[in-house]
């Protein structure tokens, strides 16, 4: 079993975690049809391979954790998976989708190389149970109420279903009503059960249910968290995008506007540079992980 200085995981090409370059998982809220996607993923990939970041494109192929009965879905779960999966052979990238429901996941995993469990759902043993039987890559987003150490609990789960390719994510902790924070020393925590961690500087922005039936949130924010997120060692950034966010069917709020890329992903990039020389928590990865 890996430990905090040796974690890795692959996804589909893309080899993640301790002493690899920073990862991206980016890509708009959800699939919202078939060429705003296809736009959407050949800028992201294009920047992000300018860059030299290794990249998987993220796009929800069914959204069902809206806040309104009346909120968009999606295009239809079917076709859904046919865009992504095109996608993913055209441009050559790993693709990663959320999956809600234990029989999503084998059709998903058809599809996308990275199945990713959102963070309300994140204790469910079926759901869990039935992305570790894909042997797909799982990402589990740590949920808004669970302390980083009892991760630990949800990744057995999943080494006990078969995943071997395993990955966790930091997206904030509740503080009062429509607000999250983020405490950076979730990510070491969460290393030290031998995993790669994920930062989504995104949804870490999102004032969940304080839109009036829909999800607020303040994409300024996001960049200086993955900034401060990739200081402190996170092997991976979750961001979402759009060309108009403003108009996005999904999560626009907190989405990320596509001209802002080349500079953040720049930035990253030299922020992990600079973690990887200077590991910024050596010494518990040393010790083994969390004493308390």
Request: hydrophobic share 45%; net charge positive.
């Amino acid at each position: 079993m890996s430990t905090a200085a040796t974690r890795e995981a692959r996804i589909g090409a893309v080899q993640v975690g301790a002493n690899r370059p920073l990862a991206l998982l980016a890509g708009p809220c959800v699939v919202e049809g078939d060429a705003i996607t296809r736009r959407i993923a050949e800028r992201v990939v294009g920047e992000a391979r300018r860059c030299g970041l290794p990249i998987v494109f993220k796009a929800s192929f069914d959204k069902a954790n809206r806040t309104s009965i009346g909120s968009f879905r999606g295009v239809g779960a079917d076709e859904a998976l046919k865009i992504l999966a095109r996608i993913r052979n055209d441009l050559g990238v790993p693709v990663v989708t959320d999956v809600h429901l234990p029989e999503q996941a084998a059709p998903a995993a058809e599809a996308v190389d990275l199945l990713q469990i959102p963070a309300f759902l994140c204790r469910q043993t079926d759901l869990l149970l039935a992305v570790a039987k894909t042997g797909r890559a799982v990402n589990v987003k740590k949920g808004q109420w669970l302390s980083p150490e009892e991760m630990k609990h949800v990744v057995a789960k999943l080494r006990s279903g078969g995943a071997k390719e395993i990955v966790v994510t930091e997206r904030g902790t509740f503080f009062g009503y429509h607000r999250l924070v983020n405490d950076m020393t979730a990510i070491p925590l969460m290393q030290a059960l031998g995993v790669p961690v994920v930062f989504d500087c995104t949804h870490s922005v999102q004032r969940p249910g304080g839109g009036d039936g829909k999800s607020d949130g303040d994409r300024r924010l996001a960049p200086g968290l993955a900034r401060a997120a990739v200081a402190a060692g996170a092997d991976l950034v979750f961001m979402e995008v759009h060309e108009d966010p403003d108009r996005a069917q999904s999560d626009g709020p907190n989405s990320l506007r596509l001209e802002t890329l080349p500079r953040l992903f720049a930035a990253l990039k030299r922020l992990r540079e600079q973690a990887l020389a200077d590991p910024p928590f050596a010494d518990l990865h040393a010790d083994g992980g969390p004493s308390r």
